[in-house]
C-alpha cells in the first residue's frame, strides 16, 4: 500500500514537473508575443531613431501586417505590401519600386518581426527588469539577408523599443524606440503615394 502511495506521489511530482518545463519561456515565445500584438493590431505606430552608415533620423512608422508608412525629416516612404515609394521633400523626386526583403529591412527594421518565425533561431539573452531580449540568427546563413538581430521588448505590452540589425555587409542598422502604441484601422491609403499632395520635379520608377 505504501508502494502505491509512493509511486502515486512520484507520478504527481513527475507531472508537475514536466509541465513546469514545458512552460519556460523561449525566445521564439517572446518574439511570438511580440508578433502577434503587432500582426493583430489594426494598427502600431511608433516613434524612433534610426541610425545606420553613421547618420540619424528621427523617424515615425505606422505599421499595419505587411504595410507601412515612414516619416523622416527629408524623406517619405509608403509600402503597400508590394509597392515602395520613397519621397524625397528636398529634390521633390519620387523613386517607385518593388522593394527585397534586404531593403525594406533597411528602411523599416520592424519588418524583421514578420518573418522571425521560419528564418530565425531565437535565443532568449539576459535582460534589465522590464524588458526581454532575444537574439535574432538566420537558420540558412547563406542566402540569409540579416547576419544577426536583437530585438528589446517591453515585457508589459510586449512591443518592441529596440532592434539592431547587423546585414551580411557587416552594416548596422539601430532603431532605438522612444514610444509605440497600437492604434485603429487605417486606409488603403495611408500606405500608398498620392501625387496630388506633393510637388513632383520627377518621378523615377524601378519596377
Same mark, same amino acid.
Given at each position: +500500500?505504501?508502494? /502505491?502511495?509512493l509511486?502515486?506521489?512520484?507520478?504527481?511530482?513527475? &507531472?508537475?514537473?514536466?509541465?513546469?518545463?514545458r512552460?519556460?519561456e523561449?525566445g *521564439?515565445?517572446? +518574439?511570438?508575443?511580440?508578433a502577434?500584438?503587432?500582426?493583430?493590431?489594426?494598427?502600431?505606430? *511608433? $516613434?524612433?531613431?534610426? !541610425?545606420?552608415?553613421?547618420?540619424?533620423?528621427?523617424c *515615425?512608422?505606422?505599421?499595419?501586417?505587411?504595410k507601412?508608412a515612414?516619416? =523622416?525629416p527629408?524623406?517619405r516612404?509608403?509600402?503597400?505590401?508590394? =509597392?515602395?515609394w520613397?519621397?524625397?521633400s528636398q =529634390?521633390?523626386e519620387?523613386?517607385?519600386s518593388?522593394? =527585397?526583403?534586404?531593403?525594406i529591412?533597411?528602411t523599416n527594421?520592424? /519588418?524583421?518581426l514578420n518573418?522571425? *518565425? @521560419?528564418?530565425?533561431?531565437c535565443?532568449?539573452?539576459?535582460?534589465?527588469p522590464? #524588458? $526581454?531580449v532575444?537574439?535574432?540568427?538566420?537558420?540558412?546563413? @547563406?542566402?540569409?539577408s540579416?547576419?544577426?538581430a536583437?530585438?528589446?521588448?517591453?515585457?508589459? !505590452? /510586449?512591443?518592441?523599443?529596440?532592434?539592431?540589425?547587423t546585414?551580411?555587409?557587416?552594416?548596422?542598422v539601430?532603431?532605438?524606440?522612444?514610444?509605440?502604441?497600437? &492604434?485603429k484601422?487605417l486606409?488603403?491609403?495611408?500606405?500608398?503615394?498620392?501625387?496630388?499632395?506633393? @510637388?513632383?520635379s #520627377?518621378?523615377i520608377?524601378l519596377?
Amino acid at each position: +500500500m505504501k508502494k /502505491s502511495i509512493l509511486i502515486a506521489i512520484l507520478a504527481i511530482f513527475v &507531472g508537475f514537473t514536466a509541465r513546469a518545463v514545458r512552460h519556460v519561456e523561449t525566445g *521564439a515565445d517572446v +518574439m511570438g508575443a511580440c508578433a502577434a500584438k503587432i500582426d493583430k493590431a489594426p494598427s502600431v505606430s *511608433a $516613434k524612433f531613431t534610426l !541610425t545606420a552608415g553613421g547618420q540619424k533620423l528621427a523617424c *515615425a512608422l505606422t505599421v499595419a501586417k505587411q504595410k507601412y508608412a515612414m516619416v =523622416t525629416p527629408q524623406v517619405r516612404i509608403w509600402y503597400n505590401g508590394l =509597392t515602395q515609394w520613397v519621397y524625397n521633400s528636398q =529634390t521633390h523626386e519620387v523613386t517607385v519600386s518593388e522593394p =527585397t526583403s534586404d531593403e525594406i529591412m533597411e528602411t523599416n527594421p520592424f /519588418s524583421i518581426l514578420n518573418s522571425y *518565425a @521560419k528564418a530565425y533561431d531565437c535565443r532568449l539573452l539576459k535582460a534589465q527588469p522590464g #524588458e $526581454k531580449v532575444v537574439e535574432l540568427t538566420p537558420k540558412n546563413t @547563406k542566402n540569409a539577408s540579416v547576419r544577426t538581430a536583437t530585438v528589446h521588448i517591453d515585457s508589459k !505590452t /510586449s512591443l518592441p523599443t529596440k532592434i539592431t540589425v547587423t546585414m551580411p555587409d557587416g552594416k548596422v542598422v539601430n532603431a532605438q524606440v522612444t514610444s509605440c502604441a497600437v &492604434g485603429k484601422a487605417l486606409p488603403a491609403q495611408a500606405f500608398m503615394f498620392n501625387k496630388a499632395d506633393y @510637388k513632383i520635379s #520627377e518621378t523615377i520608377d524601378l519596377r
